[in-house]
């Protein structure tokens, strides 16, 4: 099974160990078989990634623009290149800039690479181009289905 994240950053802490939960319950239901594909950006993105090498499965990383990790907190990039180093393949997309075009671009990558689209997403529109909304409407206009992961109750 080839399982995709897609997912709000900059969470609170309280709304971020809820989505935590969520992801580690996903990854676990479909075992060491996952093979997981994420962009790897700080937040679910992350967070899925660890979650799948850490029960066994296989990491695969799209990376949207040459220029992806210097857009990303430099807080993060340690880890970004930890999850690239365990990566067993990387796909590109071949733009240079990081912004939403290339964002939207790697993401609709990742939606053509797997069976099943993990959203992070408290339903609401996209604050901007490429944002989550766009990655789920993406999804299922192309016949991929959709988890939404989103603690009840909470908001961004």
């Known amino acids: 099974m080839r399982v995709g994240i897609t997912g709000h950053r900059g969470l609170s802490v ?13 990854v676990r239901d479909h075992g060491a078989d996952l093979v997981g594909v ?6 679910p993105d992350a967070w899925f990634a660890e979650y799948v090498l ?10 949207p623009a040459d220029q992806y990790r210097e857009g990303l907190p430099a807080e993060h990039w340690p880890v970004y290149d930890e999850l690239m180093s365990r990566a067993a393949d990387v796909h590109r997309t071949g733009m240079a800039a990081s912004d939403s075009a290339a964002h ?5 990558i990742l939606v053509g690479l797997v ?11 996209a604050w901007g181009y ?6 789920v409407a ?5 016949g991929v289905p959709v988890r939404i992961l ?7």
């Open 14 to 26: 309280e709304v971020e160990q809820q989505v935590r939960d969520l992801l580690e319950a996903a």
């Open 104 to 108: 939207m671009a790697g993401s609709e």
């Open 150 to 156: 989103w603690p009840e109750g909470t908001s961004r």
């Open 38 to 43: 994420s962009c790897i950006a700080d937040g």
């Open 130 to 135: 490429g944002g989550t909304a766009d990655v």
């Open 54 to 63: 850490a029960h066994g499965g296989r990491l695969e990383v799209v990376l």
């Open 115 to 125: 069976d099943e689209l993990l959203a992070v997403w408290d339903g609401k529109p």
């Open 138 to 142: 993406y999804a299922e206009r192309t």
